[in-house]
């Protein structure tokens, strides 16, 4: 899978996704990441991209031009192919594990990281398939949420995971969160391994987990419990 990043940093991606799961996966050729310099294709000889707004308004804005020329020299794209171009601003759809799951169908991404004010609307408008947000909150510019996208998708690849079934028993999966895990030693400071995990029967093991499952989805996410209730009345 190949994700392209617009972006006005690249040395942030490049040297964030070298790392842990991700830079295994882009070095065992599993995944690509492309980060693309909006500033290279800027026409001023200054290698400006952003001007003032019209109509005033406070900060900057960055242009049209670079983005779409930037964008433009994407290799799918300069084949004919229009890859699905995901936009990170606070307004978008709220990034979730059904959407990484849709978005890991996909053969390539591309993700435009904004900064200062935004990006001129014309620019948007002509290669924006999706508009999202990791949250209701705002940051500096797009690449920290691109980066978060990129991880979460990049896990739900193909032996991105060295444990295939690793992503399929994680949070989320069926609106549940993730059942409480524990390693060795079997007692630390006077705190046990629950004894059912010990007891090597596998159907107790998986009820047990299904149960704590239930219970920490409804103590810290009950709207999602409330969607796990509804499902399974529904099937």
Same mark, same amino acid.
């Given at each position: &899978?190949?994700?392209?990043?617009?972006?006005?940093?690249?040395?942030?991606?490049?040297?964030?996704?070298?790392?842990? $799961?991700?830079? =295994?996966?882009?070095?065992?050729?599993? $995944? /690509?990441?492309?980060? $693309?310099?909006?500033?290279?294709?800027?026409?001023? #000889?200054?290698? #400006?991209?952003?001007?003032?707004?019209?109509?005033?308004?406070?900060? &900057?804005?960055?242009?049209?031009?670079?983005?779409?020329?930037?964008?433009?020299?994407?290799?799918?794209?300069?084949?004919? #192919?229009?890859?699905?171009?995901?936009?990170?601003?606070?307004?978008?759809?709220?990034?979730?594990?059904? &959407?990484?799951?849709?978005?890991?169908?996909?053969?390539?991404?591309?993700?435009?990281?904004?900064?200062?004010?935004?990006?001129?609307?014309?620019?948007?408008? &002509?290669?924006?398939?999706?508009?999202?947000?990791?949250?209701?909150?705002?940051?500096?510019?797009?690449?920290?949420?691109?980066?978060?996208? $990129?991880?979460?998708?990049? =896990?739900?690849?193909?032996?991105?995971?060295?444990?295939?079934?690793?992503?399929?028993?994680? /949070?989320?999966?069926?609106?549940?969160?993730?059942?409480?895990?524990?390693?060795?030693?079997?007692?630390?400071?006077?705190?046990?391994?629950?004894?059912?995990?010990? /007891?090597?029967?596998?159907?107790?093991?998986? #009820?047990?987990?299904?149960?704590?499952?239930?219970? =920490?989805?409804?103590?810290?996410?009950?709207?999602?419990?409330?969607?796990?209730?509804?499902?399974?009345?529904?099937?």
């Amino acid at each position: &899978m190949k994700f392209n990043v617009l972006t006005l940093f690249p040395e942030m991606i490049n040297n964030a996704m070298s790392e842990s $799961i991700i830079g =295994r996966a882009i070095t065992n050729e599993l $995944i /690509s990441v492309n980060a $693309i310099n909006i500033r290279d294709f800027s026409k001023n #000889k200054h290698m #400006k991209v952003d001007d003032y707004p019209y109509g005033g308004g406070a900060g &900057m804005l960055m242009q049209v031009q670079p983005v779409v020329d930037a964008y433009n020299s994407i290799e799918s794209v300069k084949n004919g #192919k229009k890859p699905r171009v995901i936009y990170l601003t606070p307004w978008g759809n709220t990034f979730n594990q059904d &959407m990484a799951k849709e978005f890991a169908k996909e053969d390539e991404l591309v993700f435009l990281c904004g900064h200062y004010e935004g990006i001129d609307e014309r620019a948007l408008d &002509m290669i924006v398939t999706d508009f999202v947000s990791i949250g209701d909150y705002v940051l500096t510019g797009g690449e920290l949420p691109a980066m978060v996208m $990129i991880d979460a998708i990049s =896990r739900l690849v193909g032996g991105v995971l060295n444990n295939e079934t690793s992503a399929e028993f994680e /949070s989320f999966n069926n609106n549940l969160l993730e059942h409480p895990q524990y390693s060795r030693p079997e007692e630390y400071d006077g705190l046990k391994v629950p004894q059912v995990l010990l /007891s090597g029967h596998h159907g107790n093991i998986e #009820k047990w987990r299904l149960e704590q499952s239930v219970e =920490r989805t409804k103590k810290y996410r009950p709207d999602l419990y409330e969607k796990y209730l509804k499902n399974t009345c529904n099937k």
